[in-house]
């Protein structure tokens, strides 16, 4: 039985300040220091997109850190120390890239040493903060919650690039290096602020909870004493048992299948969808620009749709969580087939719209898999959490770091085997429609497991209230 108390919004909000201080480190490493890489240093874009990927791959260790957070029974360690370890690895990266400028080698290895650092930063900090969501958020506030949190992490991109940009004109290395560091300390400083006292009675609960399983023993006899040594068997198991037992459960490996292609279609459109527009449109970079604003805004409108759906106050008259993952996968597939057929018959078609479709569609499909995420993560029991939710962190991960390479190269091979620009990207934006109809599929595939332990449910009680009644009469 769960005793914990629920987290207030106030409580939530400092969650989304640790998701902002996540997204503030790793804009500066993704964005900034890619520029600095490519324009300053006159370096090949090969490099910072090999540094980005490889961050993307030592997150496959997630599952391994949300083990770690179930073995301890406390997210708050994790979430610390993920946290410092990120903003190590940002400074640390900003002064690779000043090495680069005066020892190119050196420069790389201690890039790949900090982007290491990075990646398990990210993996500690932000699967702990999604298991301690899961554990202490109320159904109705978890498509909300995911929502605010979020929101703060895009606001965080948003403020840092903005302020960095600003702080780092006129550009010169000492500069970068100062505004690195004052990010670093700055974001560990408001870490352990937000972290303060935040999980601070959890020992409490868990004597609380010893003291209620002892007294249920004694009450209950030897099938509650059973139950209680089968909890604590599964606490002792090690990794590998622990992720062969949550790889067995048939809703875990559904959901990380979806997790994986839907990530895959939503990352492969990213760094193909302005350069689209500005050959077979003709947009300027600026209105290129616009238009990845534009997408963006309808993403964060599909966002608030998906977290009114699943507020306390209209839950069930907007649809199921499960109905809005399912039909954003589907609306996306559609907006993508508008894509092929804007690539086919150019200016004509209307691109905006078809854009703002496809960000809202994308928005409602990611929120409310998240929200998925959380509620599956505790249903098989809390102490397996973790490790599922660090599981599926990892298949998002891998998605993320092939979608990028996979949407650009599809895309040069397109244009290499068929020449014409518009036949091209067609091939390639029908390609992630089809993945997006694959996803809603896996969607199905994930709420048909709901049905049966739903049924499964009611009969457990169907059958408990006639054995009550065979024992009163």
Known sequence: MNILAHFTWWQIARLGLIQACMGAVVVLTTSTLNRIMVVELALPALLPGFLVGFHYLVQMVRPRMGFGADQGRRCTPWMMGGMTVLAIGGFLASLATVWMG?????????????????????????TSLLVLMSKRLVESRRAPGATVVWMMMILGFAVTAITVGKLLDPYSPQRLLDISAGLSVLVVLLTLMCLWNLEGQAETHDAEADRLSNAHEVTQGPQARQATQATQTIHQLGFKK?????????????????????????SSQDLILEPFAGALFGLTPGQTTQLSGLHHSAVLCGMLAVALAGSGRVAGRMGSIQSWMLGGCLVSGVAMLGLCLAAAYGPPWPLEPNVFLLGVANGSFSIAAIATMMRLATSGGEHHAGTRMGLWGASQAMAFGLGGLLGTAASDLAHH??????????????????????SALCAIWVGRYDLKSSKEHHVSLDVGFRKDLSHEY
Not at 112 to 124: E, R
Not at 420 to 426: F, I, K, L, P, S
């Open 417 to 438: 085997l068929m020449g014409a620009q518009g036949t091209a990207y067609a091939s390639v934006f029908g390609f992630e429609a089809a993945m997006f109809v694959i």
């Open 242 to 266: 622990t992720v062969q037992m949550v790889w067995s459960e048939p809703q875990a490996k559904a959901f990380t299948v979806f997790v994986f292609i839907s990530m895959l279609a939503y």
């Open 102 to 126: 005066q020892d190119l080698s050196k420069g790389i290895v201690l890039s790949i040493f900090a982007f290491m650092l990075i990646g398990l930063g990210v993996s500690a900090c932000g």
